[in-house]
């Protein structure tokens, strides 16, 4: 089958870039060689998600060790990447079929994030921070081929009828904005998000049909602000892009705008989405005495914390935000895209996919340079199978 692989040993990680359209083996169900097949399904994908995970592997930036390590201990090449998906089951194990009903034909999603079950997170209910998670498309086969073996206790129906089946692919990135949004009752407060990127711009949508009221977007690019205003925020806020290691500190034109607009405190909640150590430092700041700052974005090494006391002293709560939960993320998601009423499932294909043109490509056609070119100049794409 054909597939979209990492193909390239160790030792020439840093020396290239990109993936490659290949041809490699199907993945089978054979419950006879190996056992877990029975709770297993093989899916055919008709559309996926490009994530940002996928662009730090297509530039080398992250997930090196994860990759070989899980390579090495399977004895495979290369590792088919892709984690965000839609397809439709092909076949299924015996115990997949007997416990969890599928058959082929339906339709699903998966959660990227594969949970052992049986380690101490999981067995009190935090499946999401598994001790032993693997995820896909990383330390295990992902969905960029024309199959994928998943476990059937990882997968979500999804009903093309209710969720446009380009919709339905991006659920996995979806969810970490709503599970962003979840972490504090948004009903009636002010949000300001630090950072457009594609789950900054989610949580625009997911923070006003939860309920948020005024909405302040903070990015350095001009284009990821103007999504955010399509996306319907209040005030979209330019900032300088924060070089060198001596821009931790807040950024006071941002701060003194974000107290302007609420009340001369500071917004109720900050979601710092951009991984940059001064919007953090803006991001607390700019919360007001007893609010709460939830963490998502990413960046390696250390952060420094410019006024620690602004935080205990003025009673402001951090929470930090890793994957989905599971599955109570995905049911209230479910809710949120199938409820009418509400233009959020429209404006995620209108703005964020920009209905297609320009985002959506077939698989079977890849051409490296057209798709690199794409998701530089779009926060979400798409193939299409
Ligand atoms: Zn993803
Ligand atoms: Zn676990």
């Given amino acids: 089958m054909k ?61 090196k060790e994860m990759i070989f390590d899980s390579l090495e201990s399977n004895g495979h090449l290369h590792r088919v990447c892709g984690h965000e998906l839609f397809g439709e089951v092909v076949a299924v194990g ?117 309920g948020a009221t005024t909405i302040i977007a903070i990015d350095p690019n001009a284009k990821n602000l103007q999504l955010a205003e399509r996306l319907g925020v209040d005030l979209p806020l330019k900032v300088a892009r924060s070089t060198g290691t001596k821009s931790v500190a807040p950024d006071p034109e941002v701060v003194a705008k974000i107290k302007q607009t609420c009340f001369g405190e500071g917004v109720d909640v900050a979601l710092e989405m951009s991984g940059s150590n001064q919007a953090l430092n803006t991001a607390i700041l700019a919360t007001r005495a007893g609010g709460d700052v939830i963490l998502f974005g990413l960046s390696a090494g250390d952060f420094i914390i410019t006024d620690f006391q602004q935080i205990i002293m003025h009673g402001k709560t951090l929470h930090s ?35 297609g043109e320009g985002t959506l490509f077939p698989f079977n056609k890849f051409k490296m340079e057209t798709f690199e070119q794409a998701f530089q100049n779009h926060p979400k794409i798409i193939l299409k199978y």
């Fill in 3 to 63: 597939a979209l692989v990492l193909d390239v040993k160790r030792n020439e990680w840093e020396t290239t870039e990109g993936m490659v359209h290949t041809s490699v083996a199907e993945p089978e169900l054979d419950e006879g060689k190996n056992p877990e097949d029975a709770s297993r399904v093989l899916i055919r994908p008709r559309f996926t998600g490009f994530c940002g995970s996928d662009k730090s592997i297509w530039y080398r930036r992250a997930f």
């Fill in 94 to 210: 015996s115990y997949a079929a007997k416990f969890y009903g599928y058959k082929p034909g339906d339709l699903v999603s998966t959660e990227s994030h594969i949970f052992c079950g049986r380690c101490h997170q999981c067995k009190i209910g935090d499946a999401h921070v598994c001790a032993n998670h693997l995820i896909i498309g990383i330390s295990t086969d992902g969905c960029f081929a024309e199959l994928i073996k998943l476990p059937a206790k990882e997968l979500w129906r999804t009903d093309p009828d209710r969720i446009r089946p380009e919709v339905a692919a991006i659920q996995d990135p979806l969810g970490n904005a709503v599970h962003a949004c979840s972490r504090v009752d948004l009903r009636g407060r002010t949000v300001a998000i630090f950072g457009c990127g594609t789950i900054g711009l989610f949580s625009i949508l997911v923070a006003r049909t939860m």
């Fill in 321 to 355: 935000v890793v994957g989905r939960k599971v599955f109570q993320t995905w049911f209230i998601m479910s809710n949120l895209l199938q409820s009418k009423g509400h233009d959020f499932q429209d404006k995620i294909y209108d703005v964020i996919l920009n209905k």
